[in-house]
């Protein structure tokens, strides 16, 4: 079974960048994704991509800003976070896709999570 940590949250000023990782324990032959929560608010979709990496799909509120990406020989997952928002404060985390939808429920082993807070 594989567990997932995240890392690489912290604070930031609107505009600023941040880069996500996700590490895995063991190797992982599926689709990973990103996935945020914030408080009062249900988990919602960020970011997911195949095992081979070409394909990439992206919540339409990250687009453009948000880049999803992995290293399979490191078991390593990130996400690079540029022009961040106040709306994009959340805790982050990383999933193994086990449906065949972006939605949480379609996600599971999840990691335990990574606060990302934007300030104005």
């Keep these: 079974q594989v567990q997932l940590a995240e890392s690489g949250g912290g604070l930031v000023q609107a505009g600023g ?5 996700c590490a895995a324990s063991g190797r992982t032959f599926l689709r990973l994704g990103w996935f945020r929560q914030a408080p009062g608010k249900e988990r919602e979709f960020v970011a ?6 070409s394909r990439t799909y992206y ?3 990250v687009k453009g800003r948000f880049t999803i990406s992995r290293e399979n020989a490191k078991n390593i997952m ?11 404060t959340a805790v982050y985390y990383c999933g193994v896709q086990r449906g065949s939808s972006n939605v949480a429920a379609d996600f599971g ?3 335990q999570g990574t606060q990302v807070t934007v300030s104005s």
């Design 17 to 21: 960048s941040l880069r996500l990782s």
């Design 48 to 53: 997911s991509i195949d095992y081979t990496g």
């Design 59 to 61: 919540a339409d509120s």
């Design 78 to 88: 990130a996400l690079q976070m540029n022009s961040l928002k106040p709306e994009d």
């Design 109 to 111: 082993s999840w990691g």
